[in-house]
C-alpha cells in the first residue's frame, strides 16, 4: 500500500469512499474476513452484536513543540523508515505494543495500528523519549488527540444489501456492488460511518471513544430491525 494512500486515509477517516476503495484493494484478509458468513445462530438483540465489537485501530495525533531533522531521527530510532520521495515524514514501528508513528519536521507525529487508547499512549511515550533522547526539548507533556477509531462487529446474519440501501433511503447511502462489496451507511448520532457487509460483518470508522462503536452497534441493529430488514 503506498504511504501516502494511507497516510490520507489514517488522516482523512471522513474521506469515506476513499476509505472503502482503500480497505478493499490493499487490506485483501480483512475483506476476505469481512465477507465470511457468520455460522452461528441468529441474533436477535443487540447484546451479541455489541459483545463481538473489536477495536482495529486507533489513531491519534499530537506535536512536541519543536522541529525535527528527520536524518538525526533515523539514525536514533532504530528500524526506522525514511523516504523523503515517497512520504515526507519517517515511519517507526514499537513491537509492545504495536504501533506506528508517523513522525514530521514540523514535531508533528501520528500514531496509527494501535489496538486501544492506551496502547497508543504507550507508544507514543516510546517516541517522545527517544526524541530527547537526541537532545532535543519538547514539551513536558504533548497533548494527544484521538482522531479515529476502527472497529469491527458480527450482525450475525446475512444482510440483503439491496433492501438495505432502499429501506434506509439513499441520502446517507452509498452502495455501489461493482465498485465495492459493501454498503456505506453515515450515522449522525454518534457520528460515524458504517461499513456493511452481506456477510452481516460491519466496519466502524470515524468515532474518538470506544463507546462510540457500542453506540453505533446499537443503532444500526434497531434501524435496521425497525424496517424489518434484520
Not at 138 to 144: H, L, Q, S, T, V
Amino acid at each position: 500500500m503506498p504511504v501516502r494512500n494511507f497516510y490520507k486515509l489514517m488522516m482523512y477517516p471522513s474521506a469515506h469512499s476513499f476509505a472503502a476503495h482503500v480497505l478493499y484493494k490493499v487490506r485483501p484478509n480483512l475483506y476476505e474476513a469481512l465477507n465470511t458468513p457468520y455460522k452461528g445462530e441468529y441474533m436477535v438483540n443487540t447484546t451479541e452484536p455489541i459483545k463481538s465489537i473489536k477495536i482495529e485501530n486507533v489513531v491519534a495525533s499530537t506535536a512536541i513543540g519543536a522541529k525535527l531533522d528527520l536524518n538525526q531521527v533515523i539514525t536514533v530510532f532504530e528500524g526506522a523508515e525514511y523516504n523523503k520521495e515517497r512520504f515526507p515524514g519517517v515511519v517507526y514501528k514499537t513491537t509492545s505494543p504495536k504501533t506506528a508513528a508517523l513522525i514530521f519536521g514540523s514535531g508533528k507525529i501520528v500514531c496509527t495500528g494501535a489496538k486501544s487508547i492506551a496502547d497508543v499512549y504507550t507508544g507514543l511515550t516510546k517516541v517522545f523519549d527517544k526524541i530527547r533522547e537526541m537532545g532535543t526539548h519538547i514539551i513536558d507533556k504533548p497533548e494527544i488527540k484521538i482522531q479515529n477509531i476502527v472497529a469491527s462487529a458480527d450482525l450475525g446474519r446475512v444482510l440483503n444489501l439491496n433492501a438495505i440501501a432502499i429501506g434506509l433511503g439513499l441520502e446517507n447511502i452509498e452502495y455501489e456492488r461493482e465498485q465495492f462489496p459493501g454498503l456505506v451507511y453515515r450515522l449522525s448520532v454518534p457520528k460515524v460511518v458504517m461499513l456493511l457487509f452481506g456477510s452481516g460483518k460491519i466496519v466502524k470508522t470515524g468515532g474518538k471513544k470506544p463507546e462510540d462503536a457500542e453506540a453505533a452497534v446499537e443503532k444500526i441493529v434497531t434501524v435496521l430491525d425497525g424496517v424489518g430488514l434484520l
